[in-house]
Nanobody
């Protein structure tokens, strides 16, 4: 079992920066990759970034503006976001995949004003 707790997020003006963090506990060794999704009001949850052994990958909307990383202990992974746009407004969820299932954080709100 893996438990994920997110922190960070909040409100920022367009062009600003925010950082999200996800603290993992439990069976950390079972995690194969982790990352971030987001869900804007009235829309489906969409992929943002993934941290895998080969390196991070990003959706086109995040590429060049967002940086996903994981600490050396594997207990915290982060999403640094810059040049934020109003369309980045969403609830952001961290996730972690083991070989048998996915785990999700509770979500944290990011609001970008014009």
């Amino acid at each position: 079992q893996v438990h994920l707790v997110e922190s960070g997020g909040g409100m920022v003006q367009a062009g600003g920066s925010l950082g999200l963090h996800c603290a993992a506990s439990g069976n950390i060794a079972s995690i194969r990759h982790m990352g971030w999704y987001r869900q804007a009001p009235g829309k489906q949850r969409e992929f943002v970034a993934r941290i895998a052994p080969g390196g991070p990958t990003y959706t086109d909307a995040a590429e060049g503006r967002f940086t996903a990383s994981r600490d050396n202990f594997g207990t915290t992974f982060s999403l640094q976001m810059r040049s934020l746009k109003p369309e980045d407004t969403a609830v952001y969820f961290c996730y972690a995949d083991s070989s048998v299932r996915s785990y999700w954080g509770q979500g944290t709100q990011v609001t970008v004003s014009a």
